[in-house]
């Protein structure tokens, strides 16, 4: 029934390890987005993608890196953890059509604590 | 470029009494669309309400209500009757219709309503 659903929801790991979050979404959207909310609850966008074509890339160290086998899915993949990447990712998707801005809806997120 | 802000941090009430969320924004865009959720403690991201910059019409739904303001770039949030479950963390975004499509999220008003 989970619209939205991400893995693992809590991830503890080692600084310099590499770590992958998974989301998948089950309501047919075409696009999907990762954002970032960080220990003050400030929540930024980092990618998106539609249709598995990147279509938004904002200013995100190269060691993270989305990738979308299919338009139902959209992992984060994250070389060389620092402490700085300690936060909360959400997953969101939304339809993709023209007809206006569409409702982006949310994962439950992973809390990521790098040590 | 897109800007929110949501001038109070927290915010504490008594059960049963009003309470407006206030939320201002900043977009060069002429159509572009407002957004709140809420974020209750246990972290999920759920969706309120979704209003285009053509739709100037207040939205009342249940306890909640939405005054949009194209005037004063405003877009509060009030709860009637608050009671304790609506505890949480509300976030207002913009969207604009230029471009791809990612929200822009204030900072955030974290809601407390006391019993």
């Known amino acids: 029934d989970t619209a939205v659903s991400q893995t693992p929801k809590y991830l503890v790991t080692q600084m310099g390890n590499d770590k992958s979050i998974k989301c998948e979404q089950n309501?047919?959207?075409?696009?999907m987005y990762w954002y970032k909310q960080d220990s003050k609850k400030f929540l930024k966008i980092m990618f998106s993608y539609n249709n598995k074509e990147l279509i938004i890339n904002e200013t995100v160290p190269n060691r993270f890196s989305p990738k979308s086998p299919d338009k139902a899915h959209l992992n984060l993949h994250i070389n060389s953890l620092e402490l700085g990447d300690s936060a909360v990712y959400f997953c969101?998707?939304?339809?993709?059509?023209?007809?206006?801005?569409?409702?982006?809806?949310f994962g439950p997120g992973t809390r990521l604590t790098v040590l | 470029a897109q800007k929110v802000t949501q001038a109070q941090t927290e915010i504490s009430v008594v059960e049963k009494e009003d309470v407006t969320l206030d939320c201002v924004y900043e977009?060069?865009?002429?159509?572009?669309?407002l957004f709140w959720y809420k974020q209750p403690p246990s972290g999920e991201l759920v969706f309120l309400i979704r209003?285009?910059?053509?739709?100037?019409q207040n939205e009342i739904s249940g306890r909640y209500s939405w005054n949009f303001q194209k005037s004063t770039s405003s877009f509060n949030f009030t709860i009637t009757a608050s009671q304790v479950v609506d505890s949480a963390v509300y976030f207002c975004?913009?969207?604009?219709?230029?471009?791809?499509?990612?929200?822009?999220f204030g900072q955030g008003t974290r809601l407390t309503i006391n019993p």
């Open positions: 977009t060069r865009d002429t159509t572009y669309y």
């Open positions: 209003r285009n910059s053509f739709d100037e």
């Open positions: 309501l047919g959207h075409d696009t």
């Open positions: 975004a913009l969207s604009e219709m230029k471009g791809a499509q990612k929200l822009v």
């Open positions: 969101a998707s939304s339809p993709g059509g023209l007809a206006g801005v569409d409702t982006q809806y």
